[in-house]
């Protein structure tokens, strides 16, 4: 069964960072693209970024580019997210999501405020 | 980049009825075009991918239509288990995007 799990969301104050986790399982990790997507509370779904199954290429959204890493360690099946800079905005639930195109897997999400 | 409209933002239908989302693209996308739903307080589920095509397990009252810039997620005989939001979703190009929702709610 495909499984990923968020952690390390949390609260924040702006400008402080945080480093999410995607720990997947069930599937060959280090064969798939990944993703991240966030929702503002009560908001729609925003892409954030992307990865490929090698870690070679990588993109962001434009809200996040210069703030925000993604990174991913196969070895260790795992997806990462590290967030600089937070800003109020920047709150909201995050999903780690497999896929290069479409995102047919997601995980459970993690919730990030900023907020002083 | 890319927006993605969607109408209408909610909707009222009741259960055995057929209903139809609208997807409209900035821009044409041809058909990389993906429909999802999402339940409160959980992820979102792909539900079709390439305008029209069925993810695996997705009951067969789904089914979504359109290339270009317009698109179309229609729901035949509705569910109980289909009342949720609706997002589509352009994978032409980075930054991918999604519509702002369409609500499915109970008449």
Do not use: H
């Amino acid at each position: 069964e495909v499984q990923l799990v968020e952690s390390g969301g949390g609260l924040v104050q702006p400008g402080g960072s945080l480093r999410l986790s995607c720990a997947a399982s069930g599937f060959t990790f280090s064969s798939y693209e990944m993703n991240w997507v966030r929702q503002a509370p009560g908001k729609g779904l925003e892409w954030v970024s992307y990865i490929s199954s090698s870690g070679s290429t990588i993109y962001y959204a434009d809200s996040v580019k210069g703030r925000f890493t993604i990174s991913r360690d196969n070895a260790k099946n795992s997806l990462y997210l590290q967030m600089n800079s937070l800003r109020a905005e920047d709150t909201a639930v995050y999903y780690c999501a497999r896929g290069g195109f479409t995102f047919d897997y997601w995980g459970q999400g993690t919730l990030v405020t900023v907020s002083s | 980049a890319i927006r993605m409209t969607q109408s209408p933002s909610s909707l009222s239908a009741s259960t055995g009825d057929r209903v139809t989302i609208t997807c409209r693209a900035s821009q044409g996308i041809s058909s990389y075009l993906a429909w999802y739903q999402q339940k409160p307080g959980k992820a979102p589920k792909l539900l079709i991918y390439a305008a029209s095509t069925l993810q695996s397990g997705v009951p067969s009252r789904f089914s979504g239509s359109g290339s270009g810039t317009d698109f179309t997620l229609t729901i035949s005989c509705l569910q109980s288990e289909d009342f949720a939001t609706y997002y589509c979703q352009q994978y032409y190009s980075y930054s991918y995007t999604f519509g702002q929702g369409t609500k499915l709610e109970i008449k």
